[in-house]
């Protein structure tokens, strides 16, 4: 639940830091957890909650991760489903156990009509990552896990 309430709040934060009204506004967010190598992130993709019967389920997520990786998936609850695909299609990393591992992200969330989505990766230590895109269209983000 913990990793849904940060990824709300920092989705909020993002609406107020761009000067769009919030008044009466509701999120809705899909929210899986990956574990890649131990390391952890959680990856939301978060619209208007008024859009929510516009979406064609299921929302997509596709993450590409080391070639030599371990990777795993929570995936906790959501008012819209969802799928997650892990591809070990990235290079792998010389030592494992100590280099950085290099995810990159890929959500899609199919609509009846276009609207804003934001994809928002949350890291350890507080820091964020964030792209913004529009429903109909594949958003991707990199990061790293350090």
Known sequence: MRPFIVALTAALLLTVGSGTALAGSKWCVVDPIIIVDGRTSDVSVSFDQ??????LPPVMFRFHVPSNSTASVSLPP????????VLYDLPARARKDKD?????GDTLVQATTTFAVS??????????VTVSGSSGAITTISYTLR
């Not at 008012?79 to 997650?84: I, W």
């Not at 994809?119 to 964020?128: A, S």
Request: no cysteine; aromatic share 4%; net charge neutral.
């Open 119 to 128: 994809t928002v990766v949350m890291l350890p230590k507080g820091t964020t």
């Open 78 to 85: 959501s008012p819209v489903a969802y799928t997650v695909e």
């Open 50 to 55: 008024p859009n929510a019967s516009a979406v």
């Open 100 to 104: 950085p591992a290099s995810v990159s």
